[in-house]
């Protein structure tokens, strides 16, 4: 495997469900982010991980839960969601957090909530 | 105002055409400018980055910044059927953990 991977890349669950999106890079970087891209809207940064802390939470409803392991992988937990959090997530890593650093992303999760 | 604003489109040239995508940013302190492409159903893949004011250039693609007027753009030369996409303009400010994107310019390039 290279780069940023993401599994499932397609997921289905009730809005009772409790379901757990994974992330996993093999580019030896320190940060991993956490975006959402709904249509017709800009990327929204989720949540920061760098060396395993979290450094930025953007104000996410508490129904997305992250949680980082180590620096190679990356997990978002997902319980009692609604329709509108139907989208695509998506998954990043940088070296590090400096602002100089360009991030890769994986191929994303396909979400829908039913 | 919005942080980081692209015309949504779409962009329409023919093939072998020089496509021309513009972004402006409302933060003065942004120091990186990243251009994202795309593909419809797919993830963003990084085309360039930029730093410093002026331009730079990797194959057909250039990007030129003016911090002044907080103006990024993206010229892809020789425009193919296969550089139509959405491309997103990214920014990021000194100091934050954050890259923040514009909604995206769809580009359709024509036979």
């Known amino acids: 495997e290279t780069g940023v991977t993401q599994t499932p890349r397609h997921l289905v669950m009730g809005m009772t469900n409790k379901k757990s999106l994974k992330c996993e890079q093999h580019?030896?970087?320190?940060?991993m982010y956490w975006y959402k891209q709904s249509a017709k809207k800009p990327l929204e940064l989720m949540f920061v991980?760098?060396?395993?802390?979290?450094?930025e939470n953007n104000s996410v409803p508490s129904r997305f839960s992250p949680e980082c392991p180590n620096s190679s992988h990356l997990f978002l937990h997902l319980h009692t969601l609604q329709p509108e959090d139907s989208a695509l997530y998506l998954c990043?890593?940088?070296?590090?957090?400096?602002?100089?650093?360009?991030?890769?992303f994986g191929p994303g999760t396909r979400l829908t909530v039913l | 105002q919005k942080e980081v604003e692209q015309n949504s489109g779409p962009l329409s040239v023919p093939e072998g055409a020089i496509a021309s995508l513009n972004c402006t940013y409302s933060?003065?302190?942004?120091?990186?400018f990243f251009w994202y492409r795309q593909y419809s159903g797919k993830s963003p893949e990084l085309i360039m980055f930029i730093y410093s004011n002026g331009d730079k250039e990797d194959g057909r693609f250039t990007a030129q910044l003016n911090k002044a007027s907080q103006y990024v753009s993206l010229l892809i030369r020789d425009s193919q059927p296969s550089d139509s996409a959405t491309y997103l303009c990214a920014v990021k400010t000194g100091g934050g953990n954050k890259l923040t994107f514009g909604t995206g310019t769809q580009l359709k390039v024509e036979l």
């Open positions: 991980y760098s060396l395993e802390e979290r450094v």
């Open positions: 933060d003065r302190g942004s120091q990186s």
């Open positions: 580019l030896g970087h320190n940060a």
């Open positions: 990043a890593s940088s070296q590090d957090v400096a602002v100089y650093n360009e991030q890769f």
